[in-house]
């Protein structure tokens, strides 16, 4: 197959759907770039003392790994000087990130979770870097956090990297997901899957089983279904898979299927869920919709919940339509 790259696939999408500005262009490949770094970074683990953790927090007072602060870092520096942001927002920072006064603003805003499933880090396990992209609200001067809390239908593109065996990067502009894998020999990213698509019936289900006893009923009875295989409603047999790295088990999906879930349950009454809606939800919203998937946090489309807070939590359920609308129904 005639190799395509980065770039040539970015210019070609403009080209047919016009949705692509060149300061959007500009963004995609300096994400792409910054994930070539982080992959490298990762890629040397205890070779390149960044193993182990940093010894500080981040705001969900998780202990930051030293790969956590370098991958942010590594984004952070990649995307400041090219005129084509207006702010940033990281798992990893409290608030926002201004473009600093020596470099020229953009219209988009770019947030990230830098380096996810990073407890997975130090046991070798695959993990990822998710992004998404939105406009800044027109005629914004400084950008506050609330610039940021839009809905995820606002996205004009969102993707992921993923470091495993091969290191991929997976993008959606709105008008289908495409894979690149990097070729390591040249240092480009060559696409490698267009047009990915979900089916909308699977055999497959990605959830934590041991928080079971904290499930709430909806969730109880769709996996209790699923478990039970053909001696029970379903009349089929399932298999199961947890990774517990959010961007290698969406991955999984959108290459064969599946239905990962990430609900909330009663350990903390109140909590919406684990995963943030911001830079992990939405922009995996995005991919599996555009993948033909679905994506809900049980009640309603993912893409449509109204942002309250920038670092807010949400339940997940998304993939294959079938499955994402089942369960969604048990909770109405
Ligand atoms: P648990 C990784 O820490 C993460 O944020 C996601 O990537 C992953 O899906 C989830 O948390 C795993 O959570 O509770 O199974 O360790």
């Not at 197959?1 to 995609?28: D, F, P």
Request: aromatic share 6%; proline share 5%; hydrophobic share 40%.
């Amino acid at each position: 197959m005639k190799r395509i790259s980065l770039t040539q696939h970015l210019v070609e999408e403009q080209r047919l759907n016009n949705n692509i500005s060149a300061e959007l262009r500009l963004l995609i490949e300096v994400v792409a770039r910054a994930c070539k770094t982080i992959s490298h970074a990762v890629g040397k683990g205890a070779l390149g003392e960044v193993l182990g953790s940093a010894n500080t927090e981040n705001i969900q007072g998780e202990v930051q790994k030293k790969l956590d602060i370098l991958s942010n870092e590594i984004l952070l520096e990649a995307n400041e000087w090219g005129g084509h942001l207006a702010a940033m927002a990281s798992e990893e920072m409290e608030s926002i990130h201004l473009i600093p006064n020596r470099y020229p603003k953009g219209e988009y805003m770019l947030l990230f979770d830098p380096l996810d499933g990073s407890s997975n880090i130090d046991v070798n396990v695959s993990i990822g870097t998710i992004f998404s992209v939105l406009k800044a609200p027109e005629g914004m001067q400084t950008p506050v956090e609330q610039d940021f809390l839009q809905p995820g239908s606002q996205q004009v593109a969102a993707g992921y990297a993923l470091y495993g065996p091969q290191t991929m990067l997976v993008l959606t502009t709105g008008h289908g997901v495409n894979c690149f894998t990097l070729d390591r020999e040249m240092g480009s990213w060559v696409l490698t899957q267009r047009d990915m698509k979900i089916p909308a019936d699977t055999q497959e289900f990605a959830i934590n089983a041991s928080n079971a006893r904290h499930w709430f009923p909806p969730v109880t009875r769709y996996v209790n279904e699923l478990l039970a295989g053909s001696t029970g409603p379903r009349q089929k047999n399932f298999n199961m898979r947890w990774i517990a790295s959010m961007v290698t088990d969406v991955h999984r999906i959108l290459t064969r299927g599946g239905i990962f879930m990430y609900p909330a349950d009663a350990r903390e009454p109140g909590k919406e869920g684990k995963l943030r809606l911001m830079y992990e939800a939405n922009p995996m919203a995005m991919l599996v919709e555009q993948a033909g998937g679905a994506a809900t946090n049980g009640k309603q489309r993912m893409l449509d919940i109204p942002p309250e807070k920038l670092h807010q939590r949400v339940a997940v359920f998304l993939g294959s339509k079938n499955e994402v609308d089942r369960v969604t129904a048990y909770h109405q």
